[in-house]
């Protein structure tokens, strides 16, 4: 579904006869941090008039299927001017009616390892090296100078490159797939609580906001959307449909996991569990099931559990308003059943410690009463152990 809108991007013909005169020679190159291959010239250019100043541009794209897709670099030193694109320039020293190169001259670089294409693999690119003039003034963005005028040649050669890193549409194939995920998994902590209540649809309809703003416009036109409001649209629905499963009880948790596990990253479980919490304290009520069911999702996204409990504490704490507090201690601290007696109490000792010294230093308000509150509720869970 998220490829059926990508186009590749259309750029102006080669120039005539082998490429106007000039050959492209593309070889392997492997030493000091580069690993990949390097272009050369060879030939003669002939020029309708002389230019004041010229010099080489070469971009990149992936041409395997047909569409070209411009290849990005990781590299700023490597990049065009105002977006991510792949591009590597050399300037004309001895500028006249022809540019001839009587030998193969190096005119770039390009190191495989800065390389970020649309998908992972062996894949077919495209070197496109152009002579521009820059007396003109245009731009380069995504492969493609604008205006035309500015080409005073172009060359094309293409090669095979292994590409080694996750390509930007599968990234986007994967954060799209991380998105819907997370929009089911906010509305079952959602349900948790009790009924789906409209603060917390707003909280995920905010955050659904986020996601359609934040976009790196050089890669999001190929998450296989014609246009925001599209996207938009995909979004609003696929909330609706989650949205109803959950009030039907047909939201199948177990497959929500199974996904999570497929397509979340160290960073994004990080986001997602912050979500979780926003959404289970929108209306100031904290639950020990739902916190039951944050550790599910944490475990399923591989959260370490100090930063599990540092956001849980963060979250919590830092509530204005408190209107229900029904969880005990162990819900709270994530304290397993099955640890033995003098187990649970170092932890809920160490716990308390903790809280105690925050307590000293928390300015009267609601956190420093969220803080007694837990206080009181670890007090009485060492109690019962003790």
Same mark, same amino acid.
């Given at each position: 579904?998220?490829?059926?809108?990508?186009?590749?991007?259309?750029?102006?013909?080669?120039?005539?006869? =082998?490429? +106007?005169?000039?050959?492209?020679?593309?070889?392997?190159?492997?030493?000091?941090?580069?690993?990949?291959?390097?272009?050369?010239?060879?030939?003669?250019?002939?020029?309708?008039?002389?230019?004041?100043?010229? +010099?080489?541009?070469?971009?990149?794209?992936? $041409?395997?299927?047909?569409?070209?897709?411009?290849?990005?670099?990781?590299?700023?030193? *490597?990049?065009?001017?105002?977006?991510?694109?792949?591009?590597?320039?050399?300037?004309?020293?001895?500028?006249?009616?022809?540019?001839?190169?009587?030998?193969?001259?190096?005119?770039?670089?390009?190191?495989?390892?800065?390389?970020?294409?649309?998908?992972? =693999?062996?894949?077919?690119?495209?070197?496109?090296?152009?002579?521009?003039?820059?007396?003109?003034?245009?731009?380069? #963005?995504? +492969?493609?100078?604008?205006?035309?005028?500015?080409?005073?040649?172009?060359?094309?050669?293409? *090669?095979?490159? =292994?590409?080694?890193?996750?390509?930007?549409?599968?990234?986007?194939?994967?954060?799209? #797939?991380?998105?819907?995920?997370?929009?089911?998994?906010?509305? !079952?902590?959602?349900?948790?609580?009790?009924?789906?209540?409209?603060?917390?649809?707003?909280?995920?309809?905010?955050?659904?906001?986020?996601?359609?703003?934040?976009?790196?416009?050089? #890669?999001?036109?190929?998450?296989?959307?014609?246009?925001?409001?599209?996207?938009?649209?995909?979004?609003?629905?696929? *909330?609706?449909? @989650?949205?109803?499963?959950?009030? =039907?009880?047909?939201?199948?948790?177990?497959?929500? *996991?199974?996904?999570?596990?497929? $397509? $979340?990253?160290?960073?994004?479980?990080?986001? !997602?569990?912050?979500? $979780?919490?926003?959404?289970?304290?929108?209306?100031?009520?904290?639950?020990?099931?739902?916190?039951?069911?944050?550790?599910?999702?944490?475990?399923?996204?591989?959260?370490?559990?100090?930063?599990?409990?540092?956001?849980?504490?963060?979250?919590?704490?830092?509530?204005?308003?408190?209107?229900?507090?029904?969880?005990?201690?162990?819900?709270?601290?994530?304290?397993?059943?099955?640890?033995?007696?003098?187990?649970?109490?170092?932890?809920?000792?160490?716990?308390?410690?903790?809280?105690?010294?925050?307590?000293?230093?928390?300015?009267?308000?609601?956190?420093?009463?969220?803080?007694?509150? !837990?206080?009181?509720?670890?007090?009485? @869970?060492?109690?019962?152990? #003790?």
């Amino acid at each position: 579904m998220l490829r059926r809108n990508i186009k590749g991007i259309e750029i102006e013909s080669a120039s005539p006869s =082998d490429n +106007g005169g000039m050959s492209i020679r593309i070889s392997d190159v492997s030493y000091g941090d580069i690993d990949g291959k390097k272009v050369e010239l060879r030939g003669c250019i002939e020029l309708t008039n002389k230019p004041s100043d010229c +010099g080489f541009i070469i971009s990149l794209f992936d $041409c395997t299927g047909g569409r070209l897709l411009p290849i990005q670099s990781t590299s700023p030193r *490597f990049q065009e001017k105002g977006s991510t694109s792949f591009s590597v320039s050399a300037e004309v020293e001895e500028i006249d009616t022809e540019i001839e190169f009587f030998d193969w001259t190096l005119v770039g670089y390009i190191n495989a390892w800065i390389l970020n294409g649309p998908f992972e =693999d062996t894949r077919n690119l495209m070197a496109v090296v152009r002579l521009v003039d820059h007396g003109v003034s245009g731009s380069l #963005r995504n +492969g493609r100078v604008v205006p035309t005028d500015k080409i005073l040649w172009t060359g094309i050669k293409k *090669f095979k490159l =292994d590409l080694y890193d996750e390509g930007y549409i599968e990234s986007l194939i994967r954060l799209r #797939r991380f998105h819907f995920t997370s929009i089911g998994l906010a509305l !079952l902590i959602a349900k948790s609580v009790g009924e789906i209540t409209h603060k917390a649809t707003a909280v995920i309809e905010a955050k659904i906001l986020d996601w359609l703003h934040y976009a790196d416009s050089d #890669r999001q036109i190929y998450d296989g959307y014609s246009s925001y409001e599209e996207r938009s649209q995909s979004y609003i629905a696929h *909330f609706n449909q @989650a949205l109803q499963k959950v009030k =039907d009880r047909t939201l199948s948790q177990s497959r929500l *996991f199974t996904e999570l596990m497929q $397509c $979340c990253t160290s960073s994004s479980a990080i986001e !997602l569990i912050k979500f $979780c919490f926003d959404v289970m304290i929108a209306d100031g009520i904290i639950m020990g099931q739902t916190l039951e069911l944050i550790d599910k999702i944490a475990k399923a996204a591989k959260i370490d559990l100090n930063k599990l409990a540092n956001i849980r504490d963060e979250k919590i704490v830092r509530l204005d308003k408190v209107s229900k507090f029904d969880l005990t201690a162990e819900q709270f601290l994530g304290i397993n059943s099955h640890w033995k007696r003098n187990k649970k109490i170092d932890h809920l000792e160490a716990e308390f410690h903790k809280w105690n010294s925050r307590l000293n230093v928390v300015p009267e308000g609601n956190a420093r009463e969220n803080i007694q509150r !837990l206080l009181h509720m670890i007090g009485d @869970a060492l109690k019962q152990y #003790r």
